[in-house]
């Protein structure tokens, strides 16, 4: 996310941004976690943001909105086993299944196998979908 790559450049911290920036915590850290959409964000938000970091508002938005069509490209067009098995899995998620963690590895040997043994996606697209799905969500 273009904000986390800011500050990481900056040597700052989310709660640094939040200050200066005058923005609750809670709201930055769920923009950066994906949770909130920054396009879906009032524009004095984006405004402030934008502000305390230096940039102008259109290089947060249009880079949000690019990594977001980057995303859904990452979700379709998958082999079909993977395909499946990240179904199940985001069901499993869904219905709280008892099953979750074989659905977990079944998804991980799907993508594991998708990147190395076919060469059918990127290693950057097995990256987005380990950490999409099956890092992020096993934390939640």
Known sequence: ??????????????????????????????????????????????????NALGVSMEMLTESETRETKRERCFECGLPDYLQHDLDAYKEGLKKKSDLLDCLWGELYGSINMAEISEGSITPEHADYLRQKYLWKEACV
């Open 1 to 50: 996310m273009i904000i986390e790559d800011l500050l990481d450049k900056r040597n700052m911290t989310k709660y640094w941004l939040a200050v200066e920036a005058g923005v609750p915590y809670a709201t930055l850290n769920d923009i950066c976690r994906g949770k909130t959409k920054l396009e879906k964000c009032s524009a004095e938000t984006v405004y402030k943001i934008a």
